[in-house]
């Protein structure tokens, strides 16, 4: 007698039927191609809105059915960067906040959690944001016109799995680096080639790579509310987490340890920092030069420690069996030509300095200016917004 497939309950029959949906569902949200970037230029918290509305929604198409049988999804954000200086400016910390209220009061199938790294390390996914400045026909970069960049990462698999792009244009735009990266003796966009993702050699999973970004996070906001003491400690335990952006980690340490008194500590994390530097074969030194001169920017609060960071930087290169190139840097404003002299006094004076610290060094370092010619920030406002662009930067190369 002919065989007849069993008949299914009514339960069954809308259990398999509800599972066919879903994969269909799930399907279609996969092949479902990505908008495009929005193009118009829209005031920052527009573009902010509109940008994270479409990167949850491209979550929600992947995620097919499963978004309404799941419970809420857990989100952290990351801080928001610069993405020529890799600062964090007064700009990114409101883009920021802007994601984080839109996020709370729009999406309900999404859960902030804290920006700490204990919070961090239990979510599912990172959210992470970069401005990045568009260039003017002269070279410079746009204070008020950027490109906002929104990538939604799975800490399960490393997967990029929503990015919205959308173009700003916004007087309000404000570049000033956040204390932590003003005060900073040098530049954190040299240095370490992408640290975060290695460790030890092996490449570290998408979770492991956000706790230390939660960590810096972490110390970052307890520095900028005065809790030196609290950021040093948090700044200390970032220094050991695999993968971590040892530069920074160890700036934080520094700065931390000088703010809290700590000189000892203050200088012992210094020398880390040059020894690092010189490993790395390269550190941007942020020395300020008063304009056209050879001698340091007159006001003691920014330049008196310049001497103190010279002789340990003189003291460690000499040990390191290569030789220095010195080269300076200016911001963008005026002719290329005029900028390449303007930079080539002070790296000079560097020279000497060094050599007189260490006569180890003498007829081992090349002194040089490069102008405007690698800005970080690029806008030539000459003022705190782009003082990373008015560096001098160390290059460890074989001696000839």
């Given at each position: ?99 984080a ?57 490393g ?7 959308a ?8 570049g ?14 040299s ?22 970004i939660?960590?810096l ?17 948090l700044y ?48 941007g ?65 560097v ?15 090349e ?16 003022d ?17």
């Open positions: 007698m002919p065989l007849h497939p069993p008949r299914l309950s009514a339960g069954l029959r809308h259990l398999v039927g509800l599972g066919t949906l879903f994969a269909l569902l799930t399907l279609a949200g996969c092949a479902t191609p990505p908008p495009p970037a929005i193009t118009a230029d829209l005031p920052l918290a527009q573009a902010v809105g509109m940008a994270t509305d479409q990167t949850v929604r491209l979550l929600d198409e992947q995620r097919g059915l499963a978004r309404y049988l799941s419970r809420s999804t857990r989100v952290y954000v990351a801080p928001v960067v610069d993405a020529g200086s890799r600062q964090q400016t007064v700009s990114t910390v409101r883009v920021r906040e802007l994601i209220v839109h996020l709370k009061s729009q999406h309900r199938g999404i859960e902030l959690v804290p920006f700490t790294a204990a919070a961090a390390a239990r979510s599912e996914l990172r959210l992470d944001t970069t401005l990045t400045a568009a260039l003017l026909p002269d070279g410079r970069r746009a204070t008020d016109r950027v490109r906002l960049d929104m990538r939604l990462v799975s800490l399960h698999d997967r990029t799995l929503a990015r919205s792009e173009s700003v244009v916004d007087a309000g735009m404000d000033t680096p956040v204390n932590f990266f003003r005060e900073s003796p040098f530049s954190l966009a240095g370490e080639a992408d640290a975060s993702s290695m460790a030890g050699g092996t490449a570290l999973s998408e979770r492991d790579r956000t706790l230390p939660a960590r996070d972490e110390a970052g906001a307890a520095y900028a509310a005065g809790s030196y003491d609290r950021a040093l400690d200390r335990s970032a220094a050991t987490l695999p993968g971590v952006d040892t530069m920074q980690a160890l700036v934080g340490t520094y700065l931390s340890a000088i703010r809290s008194g700590r000189d000892q500590e203050a200088q012992e994390a210094f020398a880390r920092i040059v020894a690092l530097g010189l490993k790395t074969r390269v550190m030194v942020k020395l300020l030069f008063a304009p056209g001169k050879t001698e340091f920017w007159p006001d003691p609060a920014i330049s008196k420690f310049y001497p103190e960071w010279l002789r340990e930087i003189a003291r460690q290169a000499g040990d390191v069996p290569s030789c220095l190139q010195v080269v300076g840097h200016s911001s963008h404003s005026g002719a290329e030509d005029y900028n390449v002299l303007l930079s080539a006094p002070g790296p000079g004076a020279r000497q300095q060094l050599e007189t610290a260490n006569p180890a060094l003498v007829q081992r370092i002194a040089s200016g490069v102008g405007w010619r690698d800005n970080l920030v690029g806008t030539g406002s000459d705190l917004k782009d003082a990373v662009d008015r560096r001098v930067e160390f290059k460890v190369v074989d001696c000839r």
